[in-house]
């Protein structure tokens, strides 16, 4: 199931593969379904193609079509441990050309799915060479008469036909006693002669030239012979040449390449080799800067000196492991100690070193500095136990969503305020689980807005498990990993509390709308820049405007230009600091006296009284000022406002 951790773990994971195969001259790929997945800079650069024109892309399709069959049989063989050995085959590149390359394949575990780690290496000059070789071979067997090497041949029944001179100087066999007689009549039952018989009755089964190496005892001398059988008229010919030395000097070349393909296997940076007691013979550069010494002082340095005391025993018991079982040990944690004397955390892996008898003679290992990689470890586990912590013991509702918006974790909150058990909702879609039918469009468009790198903040009404429906208000965070959207981070908090005493509030203001709709004084309200907000229709009807024209109209509008200053002024008293910190409710804090014009431009003085609250000013037509209207001497009439500070 995912996590927000195991989203920063494929990203750990992707970080330390590529730092480490970019560094390789070798082609590495990982394959999944039978493509690619991941490629390193050289294997595309060998064939012509780009990274991105590989990923993705059927591992087989570059394959020349004749060995494809081939590749998936030796594929699967080297996956089950059948087949040991590296396969060859061609490739073609992008410009149409053939190469020949070497393979080998291992199983892995990649973004927590199964997947086929590749190291490819090109090896068509190899091949050419091996080609070159081979013709050089064919004219070597047609001169085989002429030249004092090994050569005899045989029947069909394996009845030596002829015997040359060298023959009769490896054996000590005359070649009158070796004419007629079996192979099985001139040498006694041995592993080399079956081997040899085998072979021989191959050649003869399928007309096709053989090449193999088998070992012989003469006179108490061991002899390794390359030895050549080819079909001719009748039975076999065969051409025997001593390569004991070359096999020797072959076998120093194969084990000094284990190393090197141990190494590159691995990919890793610190190589070493020790013998049986624990003592340096063998360091790279890499091992030098990992312990902070020189070649020369690591080289003869007994593991004990920069192994911290306590470690020494687990560290002697598990390399002792390794020699009674001849079974590798891969990357356990070493404590070690610098030259300068700080203390780093390394992996190791250690193989045995066997002699040419196969004894162990010793151990070599590779070794790598974890130490920065285990701190970051810990920072993230700590930072996601915080995040953890925080996610679990919040208030409110939260809940990660994949890109397909299905639950990937929800916290208690969810839980409590959807009514759903703990890990009930995981792996369904958000809209199973909270949004009712009626609001599908609706989630899916707050879904799309996310996805497209939108922060969504919207009160919406969602649906609880039992049917039942829910005000809240939700927040929603698209999660990005790799410049990538991975998902969603949505909160919820419930507001129904807050919709209940909007919800009377709104039912009070109506009530409130409605009884200065029905009230005779006129009532109006300002903002504090002098705009009428609101007037009731009494105001209408008294300055003879129509609620359109008076809504948002500036006070200055209808008020004759000598009194519209001492208004504000009269405003800016009424709604001040001095007015808002002495006056209370339901005292008269300001009161004047002004013209104001009528829509028809009759004249009239009012008496105005203003009572602010919060930023509007509010002013009331008094009954009273209809009887103070004589003592103005003006046609028309006059309105008493009144200021009360609250």
């Given at each position: ?65 004749e060995d494809r069959e081939m590749v998936r049989e030796s594929t699967i063989r080297m996956l089950k441990g059948e087949l040991l050995a590296p396969y060859q085959f061609r490739v073609t ?285 810990e920072a993230l586990g700590l930072q996601t136990a915080y995040f953890q912590q925080l996610f679990d013991s919040s208030p409110d509702a939260i809940v990660i969503l994949d890109t397909d ?242």
């Amino acid at each position: 199931m995912k996590s927000l951790g195991s989203m920063v773990k494929h990203r750990d994971e992707d970080e330390v593969l590529k730092s480490l195969s970019e560094e390789l001259a070798v082609g590495v790929c990982i394959m999944q379904d039978g493509r690619f997945c991941y490629v390193n800079s050289t294997f595309p650069l060998a064939i012509g193609y780009t990274v991105d024109e590989l990923v993705g892309r059927d591992s087989l399709d570059i394959v020349v079509p004749e060995d494809r069959e081939m590749v998936r049989e030796s594929t699967i063989r080297m996956l089950k441990g059948e087949l040991l050995a590296p396969y060859q085959f061609r490739v073609t590149c992008k410009d149409g050309s053939i190469i020949w390359v070497m393979a080998t394949v291992k199983s892995i575990q990649y973004h927590g799915r199964r997947a086929t780690l590749g190291n490819y290496m090109e090896i068509t000059k190899h091949k050419e060479m091996e080609d070159v070789l081979k013709e050089t071979e064919e004219r070597y067997r047609e001169l085989a008469d002429s030249i004092t090497d090994v050569f005899f041949a045989m029947d069909e029944r394996l009845r030596y036909t002829y015997w040359n001179k060298a023959s009769e100087i490896l054996t000590g066999i005359r070649m009158e006693d070796a004419i007629g007689r079996s192979i099985r009549e001139m040498f006694p039952d041995s592993p080399w002669r079956r081997n040899a018989e085998q072979m021989y009755r191959k050649v003869l089964k399928t007309q096709q030239p053989r090449i193999f190496v088998n070992d012989y005892d003469i006179d108490g001398s061991h002899y390794i012979f390359e030895i050549n059988a080819y079909p001719s008229r009748g039975g076999v010919s065969v051409f025997v040449r001593d390569i004991t030395e070359h096999k020797q000097a072959e076998q120093a070349l194969r084990q000094s390449e284990e190393r090197y393909r141990t190494m590159m296997d691995e990919m890793e940076e610190g190589y070493y080799e020790v013998d049986i007691a624990g003592n340096f013979t063998f360091v790279n550069d890499a091992m030098c800067r990992i312990l902070g010494y020189s070649r020369d002082e690591l080289v003869g340095m007994n593991y004990k000196t920069y192994t911290p005391e306590e470690d020494v025993k687990p560290i002697f018991q598990a390399y002792n492991r390794v020699y009674r079982t001849g079974e590798p040990l891969k990357w356990f944690p070493m404590l070690e100690i610098r030259k300068d004397g700080t203390r780093i955390l390394a992996e190791d892996s250690v193989f045995p070193l066997r002699n040419e008898k196969g004894e162990v003679i010793g151990f070599r290992g590779i070794s790598r500095d974890v130490t920065e990689r285990k701190w970051a470890e810990e920072a993230l586990g700590l930072q996601t136990a915080y995040f953890q912590q925080l996610f679990d013991s919040s208030p409110d509702a939260i809940v990660i969503l994949d890109t397909d918006t299905r639950v990937v974790q929800a916290n208690k909150g969810f839980e409590r305020l959807f009514g759903y058990s703990s890990g009930e909702g995981e792996g369904r879609t958000i809209k199973e689980l909270i949004i009712p039918e009626d609001r599908l469009d609706e989630a899916s468009a707050v879904s799309r807005m996310v996805f497209h790198g939108e922060v969504v903040r919207k009160e919406l009404v969602r649906r609880r498990k039992d049917g039942s429906l829910v005000d809240v208000c939700m927040v929603a965070y698209p999660i990005r990993f790799d410049h990538k959207l991975v998902g969603i981070y949505s909160i919820y908090s419930d507001i129904t509390e807050r919709k209940q005493v909007e919800e009377a509030l709104r039912q009070s203001e109506e009530k409130y709308r409605t009884i200065l709709e029905e009230m005779e004084d006129s009532y109006f309200e300002v903002d504090l820049g002098g705009h009428l907000t609101f007037v009731n229709n009494p105001v209408c009807r008294d300055l003879g405007y129509s609620r359109e024209e008076l809504i948002g109209m500036s006070y200055k509008g209808f008020t004759v230009r000598k009194t519209s200053n001492p208004y504000s002024k009269f405003l800016t008293k009424c709604t001040g600091p001095v007015c808002q910190t002495r006056a209370s409710p339901g005292r008269l804090s300001a009161k004047t006296v002004f013209r104001v014009l009528l829509k028809h431009q009759s004249l009239l003085y009012e008496i105005i009284r203003v009572r602010l609250s919060g930023s509007v000013a509010l002013g009331v037509t008094s009954e009273s000022a209809y009887r103070q209207k004589r003592n103005y001497g003006k046609a028309g009439k006059i309105i008493e406002l009144c200021s009360i500070a609250q």
